[in-house]
């Protein structure tokens, strides 16, 4: 590569990754995936490396996270909340300890934790009594959303026990399945958009200005990181444990959810055992946390700009299938929304068997070109929901004519509406159309 197409390459990564970094930290509405996006920027860094001419310190590369929101209150963290390093694969976890093993000459001992698919939060505690939460936000300055927050009931608002004078303590918010299950069921009696995934979900409550409303989402926390002068402990697992008696919900409350091993076939049979048994669990996790237990040997490793040297994160990969669109129906919601769904040749996804996945609207349709007899790639929307992501052109057949969204209610044969500045169409036959008079007496 010229000099003149990598200064081209690297200027087109870095407005990309941007844009996807301010679609993911500001918006909650990620345009891909998490191994999409580190493989966009493991290719900018390769360029930067490549051809130092070109450095900028405002590179994607050089960051820790993205812009924040205004809408709440700005505070900057005591501690910086970085984000981890990504791995997908065992020879990823065996250069992180070569890593480890040329920063120090100490036996390396680590602790092993799932890693949960919600929103960062850190929660300051002071003489035993909540006092604020915090978002990642860029990783030096989150947002409070302290009002937000106490309404988890699994956070304690007064700790017990012999707890620290002040400390900070970071993990994840989530939804879990059965939550999610259930609002997008009630969501949909209602004839309003059912949601895409749980993490997403659970960043909008959490952002939305009355806290009365987050109150009613069923969202629940894990903590897993204490930060403070004084601790307990000299490292990671025992701080944790600790914690746990001050009535704080951490890994310990399950077995298996936090290990401690002395070596990587160790780390690797905690990462096997989890992305075999994840789909168990009632909430959603995309990977693994591995961290170096020992306090003292966490800081004389460090970090790099963005990174602690001293953990990582093994992240699973999405299980993503091709199968063909047999067919394409067309489903009435009680106000008379209409969904269009693809019925599937049946396909295996994360040990579920997948006939059927919503189209969402015509809009969705024309974006993706789905024709009858495509083969598509379906992959569950947060491992729950199934959807299809995108088609494979080079199988599709000559005949394949392009789909028509239908004009007439498939139930009473009324002609659609569609309202302005709404994705669905509509059958207008509210006091004649049976699936939409069934819905109402269902909903009733």
């Not at 850190?122 to 006092?131: A, E, M, P, R, V």
Request: charged share 25%; glycine share 6%.
């Amino acid at each position: 590569m010229s000099a003149e197409q990598a200064k081209k390459t690297i200027e087109l990564l870095r407005d990309e990754l941007r844009a996807h970094n301010h679609a993911y930290y500001v918006l909650s509405k990620p345009l891909i995936s998490d191994f999409e996006f580190d493989q966009k920027l493991k290719q900018l860094e390769q360029l930067e490396h490549d051809f130092p001419e070109f450095a900028d310190e405002n590179s994607p590369t050089k960051r820790v996270g993205s812009g924040i929101t205004t809408n709440f209150k700005q505070i900057k963290h005591k501690y910086p909340m970085l984000s981890l390093s990504n791995s997908y694969s065992k020879e990823d976890i065996l250069d992180f300890e070569r890593r480890l093993k040329k920063g120090t000459d100490k036996p390396l001992e680590y602790v092993c934790e799932l890693k949960y698919d919600g929103v960062a939060i850190s929660i300051t505690y002071k003489d035993g009594q909540f006092l604020r939460a915090v978002t990642r936000g860029d990783g030096i300055t989150g947002e409070d959303i302290s009002a937000n927050v106490k309404t988890v009931k699994s956070i304690p608002l007064q700790l017990t026990g012999n707890y620290l004078p002040e400390f900070e303590i970071r993990g994840e918010i989530f939804m879990p399945k059965n939550a999610f299950k259930a609002l997008n069921e009630q969501r949909a009696a209602q004839g309003l958009e059912t949601y895409m995934n749980p993490r997403n979900t659970t960043s909008g409550t959490l952002k939305q200005k009355d806290s009365s409303k987050v109150a009613t989402r069923t969202l629940d926390c894990f903590l897993y990181g204490i930060y403070g002068e004084r601790l307990p402990h000299k490292n990671h697992y025992q701080t944790l444990k600790e914690a746990q008696h001050w009535g704080i919900k951490t890994p310990f409350i399950a077995e298996k959810f936090i290990e401690k091993h002395n070596s990587i076939n160790g780390v690797m049979d905690f990462i096997e055992y989890w992305a075999e048994h994840r789909t168990h669990l009632d909430f959603e996790i995309d990977g693994v946390v591995i961290k170096v237990n020992d306090y003292s040997l966490q800081e004389e490793l460090g970090f790099t700009s963005k990174f602690p040297r001293w953990a990582i994160a093994y992240k699973f990969a999405t299980e993503n299938k091709s199968t063909i669109v047999e067919s394409i129906d067309y489903q009435v919601g009680r106000t008379g929304s209409i969904t269009p769904v693809a019925n599937l040749t049946p396909i295996e996804i994360l040990g579920t068997i997948v006939k059927r996945a919503s189209l969402h609207n015509a809009e969705q349709i024309e974006k993706l070109d789905i024709r009858i007899s495509d083969t598509v790639f379906v992959e569950k929307g947060g491992e729950i929901i199934p959807k299809v992501t995108g088609v494979d052109l080079s199988k599709r057949k000559e005949h394949a004519q392009q789909t028509v969204f239908t004009t007439h209610c498939p139930a009473c044969q009324t002609e659609l509406i569609k309202l302005e500045g709404q994705a669905n169409h509509y059958c207008p036959n509210t006091e004649g159309c049976k699936p939409q008079i069934l819905g109402r007496i269902n909903h009733f």
